[in-house]
Nanobody, 125 residues
Framework: QVQLTESGGGSVQAGGSLRLSCAAS????????MAWFRQVPGKVREGVAV????????LFTDSVKGRFTISRDSAENTLYLQMNSLQPEGTAKYYC??????????????????WGQGTQVAVSS
């Protein structure tokens, strides 16, 4: 099993920045990709970005392009999401996800093995 713990959420004004962290523990040697998702009440959980074991990254949504950056510190088993120029539509609960090695790392929640409890981000206008 892999446990994921997010931190760094909070309330900011539009234009502000936050940095989310996700610490992984447990059977981390089985981990492959890690990703960030977000969800607004009543809506489907949306993929934000993924970080692959080799270090490459991909955005799942163009709406954060140029503003959000995903990164991974494999030595510390920690995933980050730097969020700049936040807008009110960025208000959501942000979740960290991880997959077993060799599993497809797609943009759909069903593609992922492990989830954190989430951290809330609120952006006011």
């Amino acid at each position: 099993q892999v446990q994921l713990t997010e931190s760094g959420g909070g309330s900011v004004q539009a234009g502000g920045s936050l940095r989310l962290s996700c610490a992984a523990s447990g059977y981390i040697y089985s981990m492959g990709c890690m990703a960030w998702f977000r969800q607004v009440p009543g809506k489907v959980r949306e993929g934000v970005a993924v970080a692959y074991p080799g270090g490459s990254t991909t955005l799942f949504t163009d709406s954060v392009k140029g503003r959000f950056t995903i990164s991974r510190d494999s030595a510390e088993n920690t995933l980050y999401l730097q969020m700049n120029s936040l807008q009110p539509e960025g208000t959501a609960k942000y979740y960290c996800a991880a997959n077993l090695r060799g599993r497809n790392c797609g943009a759909l929640p069903v593609d992922w093995n492990y989830w954190g409890q989430g951290t809330q981000v609120a952006v006011s206008s």
